[in-house]
């Protein structure tokens, strides 16, 4: 599926080590997360991640639609965290020391996923029960004023982002 190179399956001394594997670390790296069709296979996946965004909006009841202007605002928001962590995951994934990228990747995404998405909502739920007992408007997600006002977009923005 990576296109795995042969490792090297003998010791530094010349040997064949007694149970016929190598040590993890030594050897080509597997699978590699910023070369070649990888750029090509994340950009894929995140026009497909987008689109389904773009679906969603046009399939869903036109009567509770956001005017367009909101929508776009807050699909940003969404995009920008989701680049932020992927980011955040492939330099994870380059520091730790283990010669499958693609494998580190996958578990800091995963970890992510689960921890982090349930780090993020009690976060968020947080700052929705400050924002409404100090009535903070600038912090209610989704709103924006009258008119898209940018300091109110930057303030939700940096909660998702921060």
Not at 48 to 74: E, M, N, V, Y
Not at 137 to 142: D, F, P
Request: one cysteine or more.
């Amino acid at each position: 599926f990576f296109a795995p190179e042969q490792r090297k399956m003998s010791e530094p001394n010349g040997s064949t080590p007694v149970n016929g594997s190598a040590d993890p670390t030594d050897g080509p790296i597997l699978c590699h997360l910023t070369q070649g069709y990888s750029f090509v296979l994340q950009s894929v996946l995140g026009v497909l991640a987008f689109s389904t965004l773009i679906l969603k909006r046009f399939r869903g009841p036109k009567d509770l639609r956001r005017p367009f202007w909101i929508w776009l605002a807050d699909t940003m928001k969404q995009g920008l965290g989701m680049l932020e962590i992927h980011f955040v995951n492939l330099a994870l994934s380059a520091v730790i020391d283990i010669k499958h990228e693609c494998i580190s990747y996958l578990v800091s995404f995963l970890l992510d996923s689960t921890v982090g998405l349930l780090l993020i909502f009690l976060l968020l739920n947080m700052v929705a029960r400050l924002v409404s007992r100090f009535d903070i408007k600038a912090l209610r997600s989704g709103e924006y004023g009258m008119w898209l006002r940018g300091v109110w977009y930057v303030a939700q923005g940096s909660m998702v982002c921060g």
